[in-house]
């Protein structure tokens, strides 16, 4: 089993929708991130939590939101999804902040 | 602001060859740095990290070179192999290292 999953690893969405993206690890770390690829982007940061009471915004924070239900699982919401966010989304988590350990990804699609 | 940059969006190797992947970066704050290799469909899995009291690291075929003063790096891989084919992104944290900014990576192509 991967020590970080992503649920869903694909999915198409229309504009306006709410949607969640979630991540899961087994590593206990205490940091989790998300991050967003887009071709010619590299990896941006959206959020970030050191732990279930502290949340922090990345540098592309606005249009989404993030919930650290427990210290293995972080989520990510679209409140209202655009187009342009269609994009490939990761999580990944660390221990001291340096290296990170991330998970397959999601291929999310906004129509 | 790009704080890191990859400034070679594709490279092409021979087999047997050496690979050089280059980044840039404008922090001066940034005192970590670290190379993740992606292949289609996975996610970023890290290769080898250097610290900014190090200007040399080596991890068997792979080695990552750190020139402060003029805020760059590499990466060497010596043999390349088909199987290093991937993109590659740099990355780098400072102070503490609460979080990584990448680069916008280099895919790297070896040829037989």
């Known amino acids: 089993d991967a020590d970080v999953t992503q649920t869903p690893r694909n999915r198409i969405t229309k504009t306006g929708k709410r949607i969640m993206l979630e991540c899961s690890q087994t590593?206990?770390?205490?940091?989790m991130y998300w991050y967003r690829q887009d071709p010619g982007l590299g990896l941006r940061l959206i959020y970030y939590?050191?732990?279930?009471?502290?949340?922090n915004k990345g540098e592309i924070s606005d249009g989404y939101s993030v919930s650290r239900q427990a210290q293995a699982k972080f989520s990510l919401s679209l409140e209202s999804a655009i187009p342009n966010q269609t994009a490939l989304y990761f999580c990944?988590?660390?221990?001291?902040?340096?290296?990170?350990?991330f998970g397959q990804g999601t291929r999310l699609t906004v129509v | 602001d790009q704080q890191v940059k990859q400034n070679s969006p594709s490279l092409s190797v021979q087999e047997g060859r050496i690979s050089i992947l280059n980044c840039d970066y404008t922090?001066?704050?940034?005192?970590?740095f670290l190379w993740y290799k992606k292949y289609p469909a996975e996610g970023p899995t890290f290769l080898i990290s250097?610290?900014?009291?190090?200007d040399k690291n080596e991890d068997g075929r792979f080695t990552v070179f750190l020139n402060k003063s003029a805020k760059h790096l590499s990466l060497h891989i010596v043999p390349s192999q088909p199987g290093d084919s991937a993109v590659y992104f740099c990355?780098?944290?400072?102070?503490?290292?609460?979080?990584?900014?990448f680069g916008t990576g280099t895919q790297l192509k070896v040829e037989l």
């Open positions: 590593k206990g770390h205490d940091r």
């Open positions: 250097i610290s900014s009291i190090k």
């Open positions: 990944a988590t660390s221990r001291t902040g340096r290296a990170a350990f």
């Open positions: 990355a780098a944290s400072a102070g503490g290292g609460n979080k990584l900014t």
């Open positions: 939590s050191f732990d279930v009471k502290d949340i």
């Open positions: 922090n001066s704050m940034f005192d970590y």
